[in-house]
């Protein structure tokens, strides 16, 4: 990063991101860590917090404070804010709570027990084996997902695309912790979340390991004095997952903000993610390439605004960490954020499948971006969502109105943040910061060494029960 100013519940099922340290190893693998910085002129002067002119408003959250570079959404965005008609001809239903289904699906419990919900073709969509505790979901994309809640609160999620985990309860000095183990090619890594309940659903939201100084968040949220040229190594590299996305998703040549920054680092990583794990097949054809990227200058000064709301959470929470003070479950959560009422945007961390208006099945894989315009509707456990930009195909064109399970906005919310984590962590300034374990992770309990049995196990049981 370029330098700144200053330096027993309900769980529906859930989407997987990886965690920040795989992040990291397949970011090397994709050839998206890599990255120069331009020194063909000199460095402008930072900015000092006296000098600094004063800026405009957050435009979607005045509390988040000023943002020098700070550009108004489009008035069709807002206009969606109570997202009339955004659910459509999507069918409800308890047992998929969240995830509702297309125009003429069905729900029917079979002789054995099972909850089986059907397309209107008859083709199966999902499966939930009340018994097993599992839920299994066939994508639009083809892909599988297994998710299997246990008695003891012990969740495991397999996926055919993308990473899948093994997650345990973990209690420290009498606050409860979700520890996930994540497993790809025969390697662990794991990252933890603090639980919080909304309308009888469990959901996990991203806890930090570690924290900076609070000087260092103020120099992430400061403007440079001057845009600041900079060269990411894949741009030079002929890196694969690039080449692949390049109608969708290039970076900009200089940048205003550190947060500019970061939302160009944040999308890379989630393409080269998706790209690593999830190779295309030949038959899939590349995002088309048009006269200008899908995502577009609106597209990132939307998220980058996201990106200076998430620092700042980050921020308080280290202070909070500073003090030895253990957050209000859900505080700094996607269910408080979207309490506002304003737009917020995000990251899509993983393939999920959705219902447009009209009724019909699309999707949005990770990269994609979505602006939520609704709070939570407790009675579905969804928010209303506007699709920025997503790459063609079967995914929802742009500007599709979309209900988003609440679960999986919180997936989105901890991507976001995992992977804003990785960019301040593997930035020059970030390297060279000192930081403070979080309290609950300075003694933390090793990865889940069992992951990879735990998870082909239950793939031989979701094989058994998908017939």
Not at 14 to 40: F, I, K
Not at 281 to 301: F, H, I, L, W
Not at 434 to 440: D, H, K, R
Request: hydrophobic share 35%; proline share 10%.
């Amino acid at each position: 990063m370029l330098t700144s100013s200053t330096e027993a519940n309900r769980r529906p099922a859930r989407r997987c991101r990886p965690s920040p340290a795989l992040l990291l190893v397949l970011l090397a693998a994709a050839g998206a860590g890599a990255q120069t910085q331009q020194n063909t002129a000199p460095p402008a002067r930072p900015v000092t917090p006296a000098a600094t002119t004063p800026a405009a408003k957050h435009p979607l959250n005045p509390a988040l404070g000023n943002l020098s570079n700070a550009a108004h959404l489009p008035p069709n965005h807002l206009a969606l804010l109570n997202n009339q008609g955004a659910a459509g001809n999507a069918v409800q239903s308890q047992m998929f709570l969240g995830h509702p289904g297309p125009a003429g699906s069905t729900v029917t419990r079979a002789a054995n027990g099972n909850i089986v919900r059907n397309a209107a073709d008859g083709s199966v969509l999902d499966v939930h084996s009340p018994s097993k505790g599992m839920y299994i979901h066939h994508g639009l994309d083809g892909s599988k997902r297994i998710l299997v809640e246990q008695p003891d609160h012990s969740r495991i999620f397999v996926t055919s695309r993308g990473v899948p985990y093994v997650q345990h309860p973990y209690m420290f000095r009498g606050h409860l912790f979700d520890h996930r183990t994540f497993y790809v090619q025969g390697k662990v890594f794991h990252q933890f979340y603090r639980p919080y309940n909304y309308g009888g659903t469990v959901l996990d939201m991203y806890a930090p390991t570690r924290f900076y100084a609070p000087n260092f968040y103020q120099g992430v949220t400061t403007p440079f004095a001057a845009p600041q040229p900079y060269t990411w190594g894949y741009t030079t590299s002929s890196a694969p997952w690039f080449g692949y996305y390049r109608g969708y998703f290039t970076p900009d040549p200089t940048y205003s903000t550190p947060q500019a920054w970061l939302a160009d680092f944040v999308l890379a990583a989630s393409l080269a993610v998706a790209y690593t794990t999830a190779p295309p097949t030949p038959s899939q054809q590349a995002p088309p390439a048009g006269a200008s990227p899908t995502v577009t200058p609106e597209v990132k000064r939307a998220l980058a605004q996201e990106i200076d709301h998430q620092v700042k959470q980050e921020s308080l929470e280290a202070q909070a960490n500073a003090q030895n003070r253990d957050p209000p479950p859900g505080a700094g959560s996607v269910v408080q954020e979207l309490a506002d009422r304003q737009p917020h945007v995000f990251v899509v961390g993983s393939d999920l499948d959705l219902v447009d208006p009209s009724g019909r099945r699309c999707s949005v894989s990770e990269g994609d971006v979505v602006q939520v315009v609704s709070a939570p509707d407790a009675s579905t456990s969804t928010a209303g969502a506007v699709v920025m930009a997503s790459k063609g195909g079967t995914e929802c064109e742009r500007s599709s109105q979309v209900q988003i399970a609440v679960t999986d906005l919180q997936e989105m919310q901890n991507h976001m943040r995992e992977t804003i984590d990785m960019g301040l962590a593997t930035s020059e300034p970030g390297k060279k910061a000192a930081t403070v374990p979080a309290t609950f992770a300075a003694t933390p309990p090793p990865p889940d060494a069992n992951a990879g049995h735990e998870i082909q196990q239950q793939q031989q049981i979701a094989a058994l029960v998908d017939g």
